[in-house]
């Protein structure tokens, strides 16, 4: 995808890619959409997130769709929605940094500079034990806190906003806050404004999404659903990606694993043990997996595995078999 290419690369090798074969993410009719692409849904107060994505899925007449990760049902905002076969890429997305903005409400009064003393100690890495209404073990576990920043204060309610390592339970966040406050304190209201790649400046809520589908379907204008559904490449910015040649493309999708000779550039900033999206030319995603060398390995090595497989993404054949020739 063109946002990809914007990514800072290392050249290791030059190649055309042949244009008889594969597709640029952009250029794939609606109906394939519906099956590799994502909704940047804007969820409502009230249904829980498996109701939204029944939703979707009756609205879109589709089979499949997840989503990337749960909100409680009075948690509204970012909720991307994965169509078909682009569920295969949840994974890489379930890890992705969270971002909130949350409204606490103290049970006490607090004087503003204790507030904004506490909120830089809840920065970092802190300790979290899920509530007791949690669909996840309650034990102990460490959560980042990137970034923590108040916005407003009025009488005994706090506005901020948080960006945080994925699992982190704000609703336990503000608990903790209250009890060091020595006031107590609670989650009052909670939005969510970014996950992975997607943040609000792209968001569509499910009326949106049933409109631009009959508009599709009755009058063949693909124009509006084209700007709510994404192709699923939208979703994997945020990952280090890998370039490859054609010739490879189609042993990944086999099984292998990514050996350097296969491999045209790589993003400076991969290192050994990173989730990594391999890419075709075109900029469709092949398969994700975890990188074995850096990218200045990759770059001065001849031979050797540089990506151990982990989720193939495009399906066999797309690509043609120039691998068993050789």
Not at 27 to 32: A, C, F, I, L, N
Not at 78 to 83: K, Q, R, S, Y
Not at 293 to 319: C, F, H, L, Q
């Amino acid at each position: 995808m063109r946002e990809g290419l914007e990514k800072e690369f290392l050249i290791r090798d030059e190649e055309e890619t042949d244009p008889s074969y594969g597709k640029r993410p952009e250029d794939r009719s609606v109906g394939e959409l519906l099956r590799y692409g994502v909704v940047n849904l804007d969820k409502p107060s009230g249904p829980t997130s498996h109701e939204v994505v029944t939703w979707v899925k009756r609205i879109l007449e589709i089979e499949r769709a997840g989503h990337t990760g749960t909100l409680d049902p009075k948690v509204t905002g970012v909720f991307p929605v994965l169509l078909g076969s682009a569920t295969k890429i949840v994974r890489a997305l379930l890890n992705s940094p969270k971002g909130y903005i949350c409204l606490m409400r103290l049970h006490g009064n607090v004087k503003e500079e204790r507030l904004r003393e506490i909120f830089s100690q809840f920065e970092g890495r802190i300790y979290q034990r899920p509530p007791l209404k949690s669909s996840v073990r309650r034990r102990l576990r460490i959560r980042e806190i990137y970034k923590i920043s108040l916005k407003e204060i009025e009488d005994r309610d706090v506005l901020f906003e948080v960006e945080c390592e994925a699992g982190t339970y704000i609703r336990k966040l503000c608990h903790d806050m209250g009890e060091v406050l020595l006031v107590g304190a609670h989650m009052a209201e909670l939005r969510r404004i970014k996950s992975g790649p997607f943040t609000e400046e792209e968001l569509y809520n499910l009326q949106d999404l049933k409109d631009a589908y009959v508009i599709w379907k009755e009058e063949g204008d693909e124009s509006i659903i084209r700007k709510v559904i994404k192709p699923m490449e939208k979703a994997l910015i945020h990952l280090p990606w890998i370039i490859i040649k054609d010739s490879a493309v189609d042993a990944v999708c086999h099984g292998a694993d990514l050996a350097i000779p296969g491999i045209l550039k790589v993003e400076r900033t991969i290192k050994p043990g990173m989730t990594v999206g391999i890419f075709t030319l075109k900029g469709e995603v092949v398969a994700i997996g975890k990188s074995l060398k850096s990218a200045d390995e990759v770059i001065n090595e001849d031979r050797g595995i540089a990506v151990d497989i982990e989720r193939v993404i495009m399906p066999r054949g797309t690509y043609p078999k120039i691998w068993r020739k050789s």
